[in-house]
T-cell receptor, first 116, second 108 residues
Framework: GAGVSQSPRYKVAKRGQDVALRCDPISGHVSLFWYQQALGQGPEFLTYFQNEAQLDKSGLPSDRFFAERPEGSVSTLKIQRTQQEDSAVYLC??????????????FGPGTRLTVL | KNEVEQSPQNLTAQEGEFITINCSYSVGISALHWLQQHPGGGIVSLFMLSSGKKKHGRLIATINIQEKHSSLHITASHPRDSAVYICAVQQGAQKLVFGQGTRLTINP
């Protein structure tokens, strides 16, 4: 594909449900990032992968949040027992190279999660 | 205090005006990014810079490393420039720390 894709684009969940958000990065991109963007705010870092290795998960707000990228391409962000404060747009971004270089990040369209 | 502060938070101008959005940061960085986000849309990278100035079309980005300050300028603004403009800093590893964004509205 031409860019980063995410699915679903919109997700409505009842409080307490588990959700899984998918990110397909640009083919060949080594680095993959997840960000959370609350309404009216700038994005905030959640976690980062280099290939299949999760190198930084310092931004995950609680142990209900879990991310994986088992084959170094597609990534899934899972949120267990969703709460209303989890409502946000979840953005995925990928970049070509490794952590030692500054590199353009290419963002997906995001998944808007609404927890009722 | 946030590590990345943008001003103004909201900006409304008439078509054709020269626009400036400012970004100040309080940490050491390896690069600074300017990003554009349209309503309901994804984020597009406009510039990545670590020194000096970059220009692309009607957009100009500058950075002063000593003063920890960057500006994004739009010349001859147009209604299609209406969007949220976000400043983000990169500290070593590629993780970005974002400002809260500046909502720009250009009226015809």
């Amino acid at each position: 594909g031409a860019g980063v894709s995410q699915s679903p684009r919109y997700k409505v969940a009842k409080r307490g449900q588990d959700v899984a958000l998918r990110c397909d990065p640009i083919s060949g991109h080594v680095s993959l990032f997840w960000y959370q963007q609350a309404l009216g705010q700038g994005p905030e870092f959640l976690t980062y992968f280099q290939n299949e290795a999760q190198l930084d998960k310092s931004g995950l707000p609680s142990d209900r949040f879990f991310a994986e990228r088992p084959e170094g391409s597609v990534s899934t962000l899972k949120i267990q027992r969703t709460q209303q404060e989890d409502s946000a747009v979840y953005l995925c971004a990928s970049s070509l190279r490794f952590t030692t270089s500054t590199d353009t990040q290419y963002f997906g369209p995001g998944t808007r999660l609404t927890v009722l | 205090k946030n590590e990345v502060e943008q001003s103004p938070q909201n900006l409304t101008a008439q078509e054709g005006e020269f626009i400036t959005i400012n970004c100040s940061y309080s940490v050491g960085i390896s690069a600074l990014h300017w990003l554009q986000q349209h309503p309901g849309g994804g984020i597009v990278s406009l510039f990545m810079l670590s020194s000096g100035k970059k220009k692309h079309g009607r957009l100009i980005a500058t950075i002063n490393i000593q003063e920890k300050h960057s500006s994004l300028h739009i010349t001859a603004s147009h209604p299609r420039d209406s969007a949220v403009y976000i400043c983000a800093v990169q500290q070593g590893a590629q993780k970005l720390v974002f400002g809260q964004g500046t909502r720009l509205t250009i009226n015809p």
